[in-house]
Nanobody, 124 residues
Framework: VQLVESGGGLVQAGASLTLSCVRS????????TGWFRQGPGKQREFVAA???????KYADSAKGRFTVSRDRAKNTIYLRMNSLKPEDTAVYYC???????????????????WGQGTQVTVSS
C-alpha cells in the first residue's frame, strides 16, 4: 500500500488548505484513513480520521475547522482545513489502517501504512 499526500504549502493565518492523500496498491475492505501531524519539536499527533464506513473522528484542535472526506472512485481522502492558525504548522501525514475500529482511530499505532508527509506552514 502506498500513500501520497499533497496540497501543503505556506499560507497566512485565517486561510484554508485542502490536503489530499491518494492510496494505491493492495486493496482492503473497511480501511480507515487517518491524518496526523508533527510540528517542530513536537510529537506526532492525531488530527482526524475516517473509517471504512464513513464515520469521522476529530481531535479537539480540529473540530469545527477541519473536515475529512473521501472520493472512493479516486481512492483519495481529503482534509479540508479552514481558519488556519500558526499552531497548525506541521508536517501532515496520512495513514491507512485496514479494519481498524472506531475507538482506536486516534492511535497512530493502529495504522500500518504511512505517507511521506506534506508541509503546512501558517504565518501570523
Amino acid at each position: 500500500v502506498q500513500l501520497v499526500e499533497s496540497g501543503g504549502g505556506l499560507v497566512q493565518a485565517g486561510a484554508s488548505l485542502t490536503l489530499s492523500c491518494v492510496r494505491s496498491g493492495r486493496a482492503f475492505d473497511n480501511v480507515a484513513t487517518g491524518w496526523f501531524r508533527q510540528g517542530p519539536g513536537k510529537q506526532r499527533e492525531f488530527v482526524a480520521a475516517m473509517n471504512g464506513s464513513g464515520s469521522t473522528k476529530y481531535a479537539d484542535s480540529a473540530k469545527g475547522r477541519f473536515t475529512v472526506s473521501r472520493d472512493r472512485a479516486k481512492n483519495t481522502i481529503y482534509l479540508r482545513m479552514n481558519s488556519l492558525k500558526p499552531e497548525d504548522t506541521a508536517v501532515y501525514y496520512c495513514a491507512a489502517a485496514p479494519r481498524a475500529i472506531y475507538s482506536v482511530l486516534h492511535d497512530p499505532t493502529s495504522y500500518n501504512y504511512w505517507g511521506q508527509g506534506t508541509q503546512v506552514t501558517v504565518s501570523s
